[in-house]
């Protein structure tokens, strides 16, 4: 069965190389043509990056309270991103006060610079902490994760998912061994909240008590100067502007549907009312909470237990966006690695090649319409997976080797006698 898992592999890293220099093609020709031209881009590369280098500029020219101020954000949006495609709009701050304070810095570059310095980060984090995961199998993993279409769009909108990402991703591969290191990374994760949920359920499930203790510290120590520096009007502001955007955005705005790859925005495209979509997504995001704390509270292996944490975390989600999936490549990675020591089957391989492209399959869903996101449905089947290779801790391949090596075992030492 290693064999088998070497060639798939081979295959995998050989097709994620054609990929990876074609994401490499198109995201030089988008940076290239936005950092040579003279005005405004109407799209470019790190779009995105706009609303954080325009709320840290705000915070530093007027007050931290004004990033909440929509039409003072978007007079400074404006000078930056142009054409048809923002006229008279701009993207709302709606981060809370924890993670403006890392972006004051970049405000006082000039915006190029800034992006530049956001993206280096974000892809050195994002590398380095999946490298943690997939060392195991080998150098040659690395090239599906640097292929993953999820880092590219996350990288070429200059959204901060590949931090986040990192985040989480360095968390669980250092739990089993520095729980307080893990701690300190999962604190980190407040900077955007809603994807630090599941973590504390975790933790508590594995009797983790060291890693959350050192995460609650960390949190409250992050909160904490964020309001001695921000001020402490921060922080019902951003609660006010978040009720809003979901009200408006959310609930009201189907444009926004088409880029959400949750079960939430699956519904209402399907014509659900507001209250029943909450309802169905939370009909998917219970039963995969109670899934995930059944591993972690029994015995599963680490890497499943990490997997399933990633799965139920996207799961949950009545909001995420396709940047976001940047985040499944952290139960890819850990199912892969669980794959390659205890042996995988080929329909568990190709399930993680699906798994794999879902962030190109989000965007075709944003272009054709009719088409939905597959997302949800590929996390279920991930989840069960997980579950199957649990419950079943010696697959075929594996328990056919074992009896082979007991048979030349007995065999060798009845020659012997």
């Known amino acids: 069965m290693r064999q088998l898992d070497r060639r798939w592999l081979f295959r995998v890293a050989l097709c994620s190389s054609v990929v990876l220099a074609i994401e490499l093609s198109f995201a030089f020709s988008l940076a290239w043509g936005t950092f040579t031209q003279s005005g405004p881009p109407q799209a470019g590369f790190g779009i995105d990056f706009s609303v954080y280098w325009s709320a840290a500029v705000v915070a530093l020219t007027h007050s931290p309270a004004a990033v909440f101020n929509q039409d003072l954000m978007m007079a400074v949006e404006q000078t930056v991103r142009s054409g048809k495609l923002f006229a008279g709009t701009s993207g709302p701050w709606l981060y809370p006060p924890a993670f403006l304070i890392f972006l004051l810095p970049l405000g006082m570059m000039p915006l190029n610079v800034a992006l530049t310095a956001f993206s280096c980060v974000g892809i050195a984090a994002y590398l380095r902490s999946m490298w943690g995961i997939v060392r195991p199998i080998g150098p040659l993993a690395l090239v599906p994760v640097a292929a993953f279409p999820g880092l590219w769009l996350a990288l070429c909108y200059g959204q901060n998912s590949l931090l986040t990402a990192a985040a989480a991703a360095a968390a669980l591969a250092l739990l089993p061994t520095r729980p307080i290191l893990a701690g300190i990374f999962i604190g980190l994760l407040s900077v955007?909240?809603?994807?630090?949920?599941?973590?504390?359920?975790?933790l508590i499930c594995s009797r983790q008590w060291?890693?959350?203790?050192?995460?609650?510290i960390c949190s409250f120590?992050?909160?904490?100067?964020?309001?001695?520096?921000?001020?402490?009007?921060?922080?019902?502001?951003?609660?006010?502007?978040?009720?809003?955007?979901r009200h408006t955005w959310i609930e009201h705005n189907p444009e926004i549907w088409r880029g959400m790859p949750t079960v939430y925005a699956a519904a209402r495209r399907a014509g659900a009312s507001a209250q029943w979509a909450y309802g169905l997504q939370a009909a998917v995001a219970v039963p995969a909470c109670a899934v995930m704390a059944w591993l972690w509270r029994g015995t599963a292996r680490d890497e499943l237990k990490a997997a399933a944490l990633g799965c139920c975390t996207l799961l949950v989600q009545p909001y995420l966006l396709y940047y976001d999936?940047?985040?499944?490549a952290i139960p890819i990675a850990f199912i892969a690695v669980d794959l390659y020591r205890h042996a995988g089957r080929a329909f568990e391989w190709l399930l993680l090649v699906a798994a794999w492209a879902m962030p190109l399959q989000s965007v075709a869903?944003?272009?054709?319409?009719?088409?939905?996101?597959?997302?949800?449905?590929?996390?279920?089947?991930l989840l069960c997976l997980i579950v199957f290779r649990h419950r079943?801790?010696?697959?075929?391949?594996?328990t056919a080797e074992h009896g082979r090596s007991k048979l030349s075992d007995l065999s060798g030492r009845a020659a012997h006698f």
């Open 210 to 216: 060291r890693c959350l203790v050192s995460a609650a």
């Open 392 to 398: 079943n801790r010696h697959p075929a391949g594996q």
């Open 192 to 202: 955007k909240p809603q994807l630090g949920l599941i973590f504390p359920l975790a």
């Open 221 to 245: 120590l992050l909160w904490s100067v964020s309001a001695l520096m921000l001020g402490v009007d921060m922080l019902p502001a951003w609660v006010h502007t978040v009720s809003w955007f």
């Open 325 to 328: 999936l940047a985040w499944l």
């Open 365 to 381: 869903a944003t272009m054709i319409e009719g088409l939905g996101h597959w997302t949800p449905a590929v996390l279920v089947l």
